[in-house]
């Protein structure tokens, strides 16, 4: 499947079947573990496994067996997890994750399972070890710790809330408190929390990620963060009622997660696809992407905001720069990094062979950064079409652009703005630009360090 055409060389795809949100990540013993929602049988979602990968560097992925599948009962749906030790010492992986019935409701409950060697789970016995049947929706349990306490803390999606719990042996759980925001209900589904302490000079901040499934915005799916702090009981929101952050102003970024043991120094990644149109977009024995991992850190001016920046090693599988010609057309490989020095009313198309346009970014006149996906190519997947504008104006005239096959990822304003989006074409690339200033590194196959 490696050498399948639309293939990509730099981002985790399955080797198979179907794949979104990452699951129970974390680092240990110098390996990333990477969780994901899987279907092995088929590139359409149903019957969900987790699937599990692991790296050194985020470019060279280990695929390992399937983790946890499917029981009599029901499916398994999204969830976190994290090394424990037995009672007789020894380290081990807990995953915890949601158990989504194949009941007509479609019941959802809390279950767990270990492993001693971090590749076959055991589930629980006594599963589930969390059922409130109150809430329709019931899923995606994000477990975690706060600093100096030896319990283990958990926050579980509602369906418009995020509810969290506590316990001393992760069998028995009790509520704490809610996080609601009443003022934006319209956002949607809310999936996926994520909570996270991310330093700022010589303190810390709590962040939380929430995911929100098919009335964002942007008219699809999409992540957004809050930034606040943890009182012992729930998030505290510190900026509320303030505009909506978006991790990204793309439309394929979704159910974003952080590895867990990276707390130092933050690493994120993402489903890179839209609930609005994720099971249409083309399959080639496989159907899911996910997106670069990238560096988490906080700035603040006016307010906090989270910056994301590829992680560092990323750059290491490239050529030197090489300036594209003066002329404004080249041709592309497959598999790129950009530089690119732009100014306000700048502009870029990507096009096939062809001549048909594929993505068109760019900054406008007033100094912000935009994606326009609604050329012709566009059209051919139902609620593909669209433009985004990011939310920040532009304070820099630098932008990193990445093109691997059929993605696409540009960061801009010192990590603020954000945009990931799909395109799909079979023919080599052409790009067209305007006002821009490029420097082209091919993408280089090189052996892991």
Known sequence: MENAKAYPKFHFCP??????????????NGQYHMFFQYQPFSTEFGN???????????I???????????????????GSAAEIQ????????????????????????????????????????????????????????YLFQCPNETFWRLAVSTGNMILFLVSEDL????????FIRKEDDIVGLWECPQLC????????????IISHGMEAENGGSRTRYFIGSFNGYTFIDETPGSTSKWVDFGPDSYAGAFFRNTEDHPVFIAWMSNWAYAKNIPADGYRGVMSLPVSVSLTKENEFLLSFQPVSNLLKVFSEPQPLPDQQVAALPDAVCLEISAKNGSVAILKDIQGRELLCFGIDSDGYIFLNRSGESARTIPHFEGSFTSSIKNCSDHMCVFIDRNTFELFANGGHS????????????????????????????ISED
């Open 15 to 28: 080797k198979s079947g179907w794949m979104n949100d990452p699951n129970g990540l974390m680092y240990l």
């Open 48 to 58: 969900m496994h987790w699937g599990h990968a692991s790296t050194k560097d985020f």
């Open 60 to 78: 060279h992925w280990n695929h390992l067996p399937i983790a946890l599948y499917p029981d009599t009962d029901g499916c398994i749906y999204s």
């Open 86 to 141: 037995t009672e007789n010492g020894q380290n081990q992986i807990m995953a915890i994750y949601a158990h989504h019935g194949y009941d007509p409701e479609g019941t959802e409950s809390i279950h767990i399972a270990f492993s001693l060697d971090k590749i076959n789970f055991t589930p629980y016995e006594g599963n589930p070890v969390i059922f409130m049947p109150q809430y329709k929706y019931f899923r995606d349990p």
């Open 171 to 178: 069998i028995h759980w009790n509520e704490t408190g809610r």
């Open 197 to 208: 302490r991310v330093k700022y000079e010589d303190t810390f901040k709590w962040v939380l």
């Open 418 to 445: 954000k945009c990931s989006a799909l395109f799909f074409s079979d023919s080599p690339l052409i790009l067209w630009f305007q006002d821009m200033k490029i420097q082209k590194r091919d993408y280089t196959a």
